[in-house]
């Protein structure tokens, strides 16, 4: 196994692996059953896939950071004939992913190998998604352009017409990182609808954790109303008015 790369075998089922890297738990596969979704922000996102179209309807989804592929997997599972692009910029590690975890030949899966700016510009441009996920962290850390509004709406305008961008924030204590990338999407497109769905005490800076952030135009209803029931719990959404007090109330 490469330097910094290791897979740990599950001891909650006997197909699941966890990918680390450098020692930081990164993404989580169940080979017999990819809908089964481990770390919380992942099931939250699963959320958002899960009602952004009926169920099983085939979508499009560009995901800006691989990892081992988890929601790839899971939207070929739970959405047959979907349309993927997998953007990961560390060859080495699609390699690894690939050759330990196969990904099935008609899961209608593309890896493209490339900087998550380079790929939003080189991707044809008439193409649009359903979805686009954006999680790029490198050691624990996000790259510094993630909360450039210049690179948000690169990705907003990969949106179709009632598109979803989904950004996965992993954050410190008083909610630093959310507040960056939520007014980052704000400053991209002023009229874009923003939801954020996290624990309770994460969304109030009480404590570091994982915060997801849904973008559109707008949020659909059935959408906030999943990540509201779905879980996991404990879970706490935020949008409007109390969004922006939390966001801006600073400013």
């Given at each position: 196994m490469a330097p910094g790369i290791e897979f740990e075998r599950d001891v909650f089922s006997s197909r699941g692996w966890t990918l680390l890297v450098d020692g930081a738990a990164q993404s989580h596969v169940d080979a017999d059953d990819p809908t089964r979704l481990f770390f919380e922000y992942v099931r939250r996102i699963?959320?958002?896939v899960d009602a952004v179209a009926d169920p099983g309807a085939p979508i499009s989804v560009l995901h800006l950071g691989g990892g081992a592929m988890s929601l790839a997997r899971y939207v070929a599972a739970t959405r047959p004939d979907s349309r993927q692009v997998v953007v990961e910029a560390d060859g080495r590690l699609v390699a690894l992913v690939t050759e330990r975890l196969p990904i099935p030949v008609d899961a209608g899966i593309s890896i493209l190998v490339a900087d998550a700016r380079d790929a939003l510009a080189r991707l044809a441009p008439d193409l649009r998604f359903d979805l686009v996920i954006v999680d790029l962290y490198a050691r624990l850390e996000a790259p510094a352009f993630v909360d450039d509004p210049t690179f948000l709406g690169a990705c907003l305008e990969r949106l179709d017409a009632r598109g979803l961008l989904v950004v996965n924030v992993a954050d410190a204590a008083g909610g630093p990182r959310l507040a960056a990338q939520a007014r980052g999407i704000a400053r991209a497109d002023p009229s874009i609808e923003v939801v954020v769905a996290g624990p309770p005490s994460v969304l109030a800076g009480a404590e570091e954790g994982n915060a997801v952030?849904?973008?559109g135009h707008p949020v659909a209803r059935?959408?906030?109303?999943?990540?509201?029931?779905?879980?996991?719990f404990p879970a706490e959404l935020l949008e409007g008015s109390r969004l922006d007090v939390v966001l801006w109330g600073a400013c």
């Open positions: 699963g959320n958002v952030i849904v973008a059935r959408v906030v109303e999943r990540l509201r029931e779905a879980g996991p």
